[in-house]
């Protein structure tokens, strides 16, 4: 039975767990959708009662039935580098693609109906709310009056993009950043604005989830650090990441979200502010790794393999203290 | 008519990194010019970025 990786050529994260199949001999087949129509190929027929269809990359051949599982990492638009590239294409492509793989019996990191959903940040939040995740004061509006209220009960804000996109059109990028109440939040007429309290925190937490395991690492705030650098992706800083425990009660909150949205992989961020608190911030389904294992080795990647090459959904997770943290992580 | 939180966008700089490693289909990973695989080299990860939480930011909301 086959892992099948959907990701782009250049995605060296992806690299990290296919060396981990490899070194378990669990056969890939890495492809990226985008390639549709020129080194990818796919054939399926519906016949007799039954159904038979198979996947070709670069010289490798798989049949549908015989994935054990799919992740979903970095694809490309179906079709983008096809001959002749256009939405119609892309959207015939993603039919037969994605329809014939929901039809097969393989388990997915992560179902793409759950992540789909999962991606709204509306929604993150609501679900966190209903697990008992704290969550700083959130506001999405587009009435200017309602962001001045709103401003004017929680002065310490910072607005950040709905959809954790960055605009591309020129390329620029959106970091959450700090705004003055005195603000003129006019603005917020022209598009869903999202401001929340600011978390005065001494650290930010990146809890990567994995089936049942979970794998915390933590980046303290270094004293004398500018307070308007908020964004840890943003702001330059010599502090590593480092392995860090999960409060139970952290935990049995994050096991409920993953469980409510379905998901099998999420990568939470959350701020720790000076009492201990871990609020959150968002969980992205998709979330980068490589970084993390990086600074900590803490083995995600080896534990997402693990988690692909597991013969079924009814098999056991792999072995995890009771509590269900990593054992590396604490 | 610029939405409220674009007032924060900032340039960012060259979004194609140089990568000093190819994608090698018959092992479907990249490869660095001594054929050692690239993931394996994690101080050179570290130097580059591409697995950083910003790294999938142009074509992916997932970071």
Known sequence: MTVLILTTEEDVTADMVVVCLNESEVPVVRLDPADLTG??????????????????????LVGIDGLRSVWVRRPGAPAARAATPSAWLTEESAQALYGMLLGSGARWMNHPDAARRARYKPWQLGLAQRCGLPVPATLITTFPRAAREFAGRHPDLVVKPVSGAHPQDPPRAVPTSRVSPETDFAAVAFGPTLLQQRVAKRADLRLTVVGDRLLAARKAVVAGADPDEVD???????????????????????????????????????????????????????????????DTGQPIARTIAEWLARPDAGGPEPAADPDGTDAATR | MQPFALEYARPVGDLEVATPYVYDSGRQVNVLLDGRVAAGDHALLRELGTTTSTAGSKTHFDD
């Open chain 1, 232 to 294: 840890v992706r943003f702001a330059a800083s010599a502090e590593p990441w480092r392995p860090a425990g999960v409060p139970p009660v952290v935990a049995a909150g994050v096991r409920a979200y993953v469980r409510a949205a379905g998901l099998a992989y999420g990568a939470f961020d959350f701020a720790e502010d000076g009492d201990g608190t871990w609020w959150f911030l968002e969980c992205n389904q998709s979330g980068q790794f490589g970084f993390i294992e990086v």
């Open chain 1, 39 to 60: 080194s990818v190929a796919l054939s399926g027929e519906f016949a007799h009662g039954s159904f038979r269809g198979h996947l070709s990359s670069g010289g490798r």
